[in-house]
């Protein structure tokens, strides 16, 4: 049975850490799908059982010399988002004080009196605590790494920086020897303490810069209130939110943040519900609506009944959804693993020849050491590891403001190649709801014979009896506009519901006679009671050119009227279909619906490709048609429902819904706010964020590329190296940081 395990792993520093336990777990038997992350120090793990156990897993990390241990059972995205802020917490306290001390000791060195005999040994106290403080993990690391036969960016920084300061202590305690074979005896105390402060310094605007990228989930930890308002005995009590059970109604009052997820059960407000589904105009709430965790009460008074709690709330669910998303990997992430592999071996190998080519060539022992040192330090595996995760983290969190939810790196690569976006009409151009748009008087010799009011009165009187969704958009008309509701309405007997026609039924009239008979219905439905709709076919004839469907309504022999019903385009719906369009993208409309209509809401939103007329499965052949030769990538957007075939088939699914409600199982990308013009974010942000890797990628790469020769043709001293080495993973951090612009 395949199972997903997140592990969380301590002592993982730069790329080529992540990439040495990514081939430890991907070569486990019985794993069949690893992706470790070095932003969120976690891999996530797919794996079969009991073909593999998870302990195997943590005997698989271990050995590559990093601790890891199993998740707590109890464990929650927000209570694992406060462990990992409390430990990051921590970890920058610790790099400010240490950064701290390295520079004033580097600054102290610089500012001793050159000619001091007691120099050197000043030097080499102060340097020491710096090497056995501020920089012990750096050597720890590096040793831990050489006892697993493996190398790693600690690696270069201890043998680097440890040349140096072994080379020192070695000319203060017996400069004669360096004498007495003509070399002189330099000391590099200052470069040691310098260089490993600009490190250290380096990791401290990298940490601080990595914080940034997780202040979405952070937020999302936030929208949990701490205390919830419950009834029980009759008395209003406050209790810890931990202790609030299923089946308890709480109380919410204005302004305050809604405890968890319930069903309204008394009283009436308007709910923001903004950080869950990006949507800023509050939503109407009253009797049986259901309202989410963590989303404003903001005028009136409810009170709700619990429903989920707990890892199942929308709240805690979309969390899941972001941590999930976040340790992922994008495909494009593999090049960096590559390089990673052999980086650091590689760096090492071109430092030692770099000593023994200025040593032959005629360059003092000093000189080619520090060469080598400069060509260790420069060298930086982290910018790689960072490139791919810092911006996907970010990526993920401006969608979740946006109100979309990407599940993966590999669903977000993808994103950005998009070709084809293939649109369903209900539920995503179109409301899903159908509406009484208009209603047409049949004309008399004096003036309608009835009125519209009396007209909707009639028919909702019939339909309040049916289930059918036209019946439903009756009934609902009626009620909007004051007119007569429940026991107040026309009363008739003799219902019969006629499929695929419509409804007939007898008025009661007063004192229980027999009255007229009421027909609700299609032009089908009056050729079987032989009513001749008159002038009133051709009102049918174009409510139906305009993608209204034309529902007569008839007392006795005589059609009253015409209703029609449309099913109206969603706000911003054009709009983000001209954007679509904009950006480069063939749209096209796929519906079950009839041609007529179909082409009708196409013209009226402007997509010129429409496939109408298609059942489910013809949905999911279509899809297949359109990728077909493999050279176009399609997404569809889809109500997550009905169109789960032909999202999973798409290479790209965008499951539109509207908050609790959305089926993020569906698709690749949900899409929380209802609107379509979350699909163009989803596809925008996706550009941008496969942009803003590439970027990471190509300066993590070139730095190297240029920065290594450079220091192996002397051109840069330690100092300079060790400052452009912490200055390349900030830049990378922080044009990942640029997304949340």
């Given at each position: 049975?395949?199972?997903?395990?997140?592990?969380?792993?301590?002592?993982?520093?730069?790329?080529?850490?992540?990439?040495?336990?990514?081939?430890?777990?991907?070569?486990?038997?019985?794993?069949?799908?690893?992706?470790?992350?070095?932003?969120?120090?976690?891999?996530?793990?797919?794996?079969?059982?009991?073909?593999?156990?998870?302990?195997?897993?943590?005997?698989?990390?271990?050995?590559?010399?990093?601790?890891?241990?199993?998740?707590?059972?109890?464990?929650?995205?927000?209570?694992?988002?406060?462990?990992?802020?409390?430990?990051?917490?921590?970890?920058?306290?610790?790099?400010?004080?240490?950064?701290?001390?390295?520079?004033?000791?580097?600054?102290?060195?610089?500012?001793?009196?050159?000619?001091?005999?007691?120099?050197?040994?000043?030097?080499?106290?102060?340097?020491?605590?710096?090497?056995?403080?501020?920089?012990?993990?750096?050597?720890?690391?590096?040793?831990?790494?050489?006892?697993?036969?493996?190398?790693?960016?600690?690696?270069?920084?201890?043998?680097?920086?440890?040349?140096?300061?072994?080379?020192?202590?070695?000319?203060?305690?017996?400069?004669?020897?360096?004498?007495?074979?003509?070399?002189?005896?330099?000391?590099?105390?200052?470069?040691?303490?310098?260089?490993?402060?600009?490190?250290?310094?380096?990791?401290?605007?990298?940490?601080?810069?990595?914080?940034?990228?997780?202040?979405?989930?952070?937020?999302?930890?936030?929208?949990?209130?701490?205390?919830?308002?419950?009834?029980?005995?009759?008395?209003?009590?406050?209790?810890?939110?931990?202790?609030?059970?299923?089946?308890?109604?709480?109380?919410?009052?204005?302004?305050?943040?809604?405890?968890?997820?319930?069903?309204?059960?008394?009283?009436?407000?308007?709910?923001?519900?903004?950080?869950?589904?990006?949507?800023?105009?509050?939503?109407?709430?009253?009797?049986?609506?259901?309202?989410?965790?963590?989303?404003?009460?903001?005028?009136?008074?409810?009170?709700?009944?619990?429903?989920?709690?707990?890892?199942?709330?929308?709240?805690?669910?979309?969390?899941?959804?972001?941590?999930?998303?976040?340790?992922?990997?994008?495909?494009?992430?593999?090049?960096?693993?590559?390089?990673?592999?052999?980086?650091?071996?590689?760096?090492?190998?071109?430092?030692?020849?770099?000593?023994?080519?200025?040593?032959?060539?005629?360059?003092?022992?000093?000189?080619?050491?520090?060469?080598?040192?400069?060509?260790?330090?420069?060298a930086c595996p982290c910018a790689m590891g960072l490139a791919v995760p810092t911006a996907l983290m970010v990526a993920t969190g401006k969608g979740a403001r946006l109100g979309v939810?990407?599940?993966?790196?590999?669903?977000?690569?993808?994103?950005?190649?998009?070709?084809?976006?293939?649109?369903?009409?209900?539920?995503?151009?179109?409301?899903?709801?159908?509406?009484?748009?208009?209603?047409?008087?049949?004309?008399?010799?004096?003036?309608?014979?009835?009125?519209?009011?009396?007209?909707?009165?009639?028919?909702?009187?019939?339909?309040?009896?049916?289930?059918?969704?036209?019946?439903?958009?009756?009934?609902?008309?009626?009620?909007?506009?004051?007119?007569?509701?429940?026991?107040?309405?026309?009363?008739?007997?003799?219902?019969?519901?006629?499929?695929?026609?419509?409804?007939?039924?007898?008025?009661?009239?007063?004192?229980?006679?027999?009255?007229?008979?009421?027909?609700?219905?299609?032009?089908?439905?009056?050729?079987?009671?032989?009513?001749?709709?008159?002038?009133?076919?051709?009102?049918?004839?174009?409510?139906?050119?305009?993608?209204?469907?034309?529902?007569?309504?008839?007392?006795?022999?005589?059609?009253?009227?015409?209703?029609?019903?449309?099913?109206?385009?969603?706000?911003?719906?054009?709009?983000?279909?001209?954007?679509?369009?904009?950006?480069?993208?063939?749209?096209?409309?796929?519906?079950?619906?009839?041609?007529?209509?179909?082409?009708?809401?196409?013209?009226?939103?402007?997509?010129?490709?429409?496939?109408?007329?298609?059942?489910?499965?013809?949905?999911?052949?279509?899809?297949?048609?359109?990728?077909?030769?493999?050279?176009?990538?399609?997404?569809?957007?889809?109500?997550?429902?009905?169109?789960?075939?032909?999202?999973?088939?798409?290479?790209?699914?965008?499951?539109?819904?509207?908050?609790?409600?959305?089926?993020?199982?569906?698709?690749?990308?949900?899409?929380?706010?209802?609107?379509?013009?979350?699909?163009?974010?989803?596809?925008?942000?996706?550009?941008?964020?496969?942009?803003?890797?590439?970027?990471?990628?190509?300066?993590?790469?070139?730095?190297?590329?240029?920065?290594?020769?450079?220091?192996?043709?002397?051109?840069?001293?330690?100092?300079?190296?060790?400052?452009?080495?912490?200055?390349?993973?900030?830049?990378?951090?922080?044009?990942?940081?640029?997304?949340?612009?």
């Amino acid at each position: 049975m395949s199972k997903t395990i997140t592990i969380p792993i301590r002592g993982m520093h730069c790329a080529a850490c992540q990439s040495r336990v990514q081939s430890a777990l991907a070569g486990t038997p019985g794993v069949s799908d690893a992706s470790v992350n070095l932003m969120l120090n976690s891999a996530t793990v797919t794996y079969d059982e009991p073909a593999v156990l998870p302990e195997k897993l943590l005997e698989s990390i271990r050995a590559t010399g990093y601790d890891a241990e199993l998740p707590k059972a109890e464990a929650t995205p927000f209570g694992d988002q406060a462990s990992q802020d409390e430990a990051h917490a921590a970890e920058l306290r610790e790099l400010i004080a240490k950064t701290t001390v390295s520079l004033v000791v580097a600054a102290i060195t610089v500012l001793l009196p050159m000619n001091a005999t007691w120099r050197p040994w000043v030097l080499l106290v102060l340097t020491s605590v710096v090497v056995g403080w501020s920089g012990r993990h750096f050597y720890t690391r590096a040793w831990r790494a050489f006892r697993h036969h493996t190398a790693e960016m600690n690696t270069l920084i201890a043998v680097g920086t440890g040349a140096a300061y072994v080379y020192s202590v070695a000319a203060t305690v017996a400069p004669g020897f360096f004498l007495a074979h003509g070399v002189q005896p330099e000391l590099y105390y200052e470069a040691v303490a310098a260089i490993i402060g600009l490190i250290l310094l380096g990791n401290t605007f990298e940490a601080r810069a990595k914080k940034q990228t997780t202040a979405a989930l952070r937020a999302l930890a936030g929208l949990q209130p701490k205390t919830v308002r419950v009834l029980r005995d009759l008395r209003e009590l406050e209790i810890p939110i931990e202790a609030l059970e299923q089946g308890d109604i709480f109380v919410v009052r204005p302004g305050e943040r809604i405890a968890a997820d319930g069903e309204v059960v008394s009283g009436s407000s308007a709910v923001d519900e903004s950080m869950l589904t990006g949507e800023s105009m509050p939503v109407a709430k009253a009797k049986g609506d259901r309202v989410a965790g963590g989303t404003i009460n903001r005028t009136g008074a409810l009170k709700a009944r619990a429903t989920t709690l707990g890892a199942d709330s929308a709240l805690a669910r979309i969390a899941k959804l972001m941590r999930d998303a976040q340790a992922s990997r994008a495909p494009i992430q593999n090049l960096a693993d590559r390089v990673s592999r052999v980086f650091v071996p590689v760096v090492i190998s071109i430092a030692i020849a770099v000593f023994v080519g200025w040593f032959i060539v005629g360059g003092t022992p000093v000189h080619a050491l520090v060469t080598a040192i400069s060509v260790l330090i420069i060298a930086c595996p982290c910018a790689m590891g960072l490139a791919v995760p810092t911006a996907l983290m970010v990526a993920t969190g401006k969608g979740a403001r946006l109100g979309v939810l990407i599940k993966g790196g590999e669903a977000l690569q993808r994103a950005h190649e998009i070709d084809v976006v293939v649109l369903d009409k209900t539920g995503t151009i179109t409301a899903g709801k159908p509406t009484v748009v208009e209603v047409f008087l049949a004309p008399g010799p004096e003036g309608p014979a009835v009125d519209a009011g009396a007209v909707l009165s009639l028919a909702a009187a019939v339909e309040s009896l049916s289930e059918h969704p036209l019946a439903d958009a009756i009934v609902r008309a009626v009620e909007e506009r004051g007119g007569p509701k429940g026991k107040e309405r026309i009363q008739v007997r003799d219902f019969e519901a006629r499929a695929g026609r419509g409804a007939v039924a007898r008025m009661v009239a007063a004192g229980g006679a027999d009255g007229k008979r009421v027909a609700i219905g299609n032009a089908t439905l009056l050729r079987e009671l032989d009513i001749d709709p008159g002038e009133m076919r051709a009102r049918a004839t174009e409510l139906a050119d305009r993608a209204r469907t034309p529902v007569y309504v008839a007392l006795d022999q005589r059609v009253v009227g015409v209703l029609g019903i449309a099913d109206p385009v969603k706000d911003g719906a054009t709009e983000a279909i001209a954007s679509l369009e904009r950006m480069g993208l063939e749209v096209v409309m796929l519906t079950g619906d009839s041609r007529a209509t179909a082409h009708a809401i196409a013209r009226e939103v402007g997509i010129d490709r429409v496939v109408a007329e298609v059942l489910p499965d013809q949905k999911v052949e279509e899809i297949r048609r359109l990728q077909a030769g493999g050279t176009r990538v399609v997404a569809m957007v889809g109500d997550g429902i009905n169109d789960a075939p032909a999202l999973a088939q798409a290479d790209v699914g965008l499951a539109i819904g509207t908050g609790t409600d959305v089926a993020i199982e569906a698709a690749d990308v949900a899409l929380m706010r209802g609107d379509l013009r979350s699909a163009v974010d989803a596809i925008a942000l996706a550009r941008r964020t496969m942009r803003a890797m590439r970027q990471n990628l190509f300066w993590a790469f070139i730095y190297n590329v240029v920065g290594i020769p450079l220091a192996a043709a002397g051109m840069l001293s330690p100092v300079i190296a060790s400052g452009a080495m912490a200055f390349s993973s900030v830049s990378v951090v922080g044009n990942s940081l640029r997304l949340k612009r």
